[in-house]
């Protein structure tokens, strides 16, 4: 059965780099009908999509964030990864891993929380 | 503020119809497949319905979803206690570069 789980660190600083990496277990991230997609949940607000990467290496991200974002995979070990830079205190926000499958998010992480401190 | 609409909150009681809107242009969901996801307090979101009105594996017949226009709507009819979460609303063509839209969710609680 797929799951996904993210893992990183959970307290950043001001203006440092958010890295985040997502474990596939039970699917491979070189199927090519799976996109690995990173998205965030604001405390207390909605979702926000953060971007994409597809089994050919080829990435997408949100406009909004798209100057700060990259999101690679090591396929080797089956994982993906996030990194956010310049980090403000609007970046606080549970981040998840999910996998997009015929444009469906079906497989989501457990979510990490991730604070940026002063 | 999203470019798809939802109203931020909807009640109902035990064995209750409720509805949720989502409201888009026909850039948005007059252009795209629609999803629904279910969000328990503190868990992480749960596919319900795909591709406008196909539910997903395991979801209860219970939940339906439709699309006329530039709008859609998620359904519960009898609802339980267990129902009350946030639903959302997203457009997304895999078949695009993205990006992905949600709406902005709507709570509901069960009187």
């Known amino acids: 059965q797929l799951q996904l789980q993210e893992s990183g660190s959970g307290l950043v600083k001001a203006s440092q780099t958010l890295s985040l990496t997502c474990v596939v277990a039970?699917?491979?991230?070189?199927?090519?009908?799976?996109?690995w997609h990173w998205i965030r949940q604001t405390p207390g607000k909605g979702l926000e999509w953060i971007g994409l990467?597809?089994?050919?290496?080829?990435?997408y991200y949100n406009p909004s964030l798209k100057s700060r974002v990259t999101i690679s995979a090591d396929r080797s070990k089956t994982q993906f990864s996030l990194k956010l830079t310049s980090l403000t205190a609007a970046d606080r926000a549970v981040y998840f891993c999910?996998?997009?499958?015929?444009?469906?998010?079906?497989?989501w992480g457990q979510g990490i929380m991730v604070t940026v401190s002063s | 503020q999203s470019v798809l609409t939802q109203p931020p909150s909807a009640s109902g009681t035990p064995g209750q119809r409720v509805t949720i809107s989502c409201s888009g242009s026909?850039?948005?969901?007059?252009?795209?497949?629609v999803y629904w996801y279910q969000q328990l307090p503190g868990t992480a979101p749960k596919l319900l319905i795909y591709?406008?009105?196909q539910r997903s594996s395991g979801v209860p017949d219970r939940f339906s979803g439709s699309k006329s226009g530039t709008s859609a709507s998620l359904t519960i009819s009898g609802l339980r206690s267990d129902d009350e979460a946030d639903y959302y609303c997203a457009i997304w063509d895999d078949s695009l570069s993205g990006p992905v839209v949600f709406g902005g969710g709507t709570k509901l609680t069960v009187l």
């Open positions: 039970g699917a491979s991230l070189s199927s090519s009908d799976s996109s």
């Open positions: 026909s850039s948005t969901i007059g252009s795209h497949y």
């Open positions: 999910v996998r997009g499958l015929l444009g469906a998010f079906d497989i």
């Open positions: 990467i597809y089994a050919s290496g080829k990435t």
């Open positions: 591709r406008n009105n």
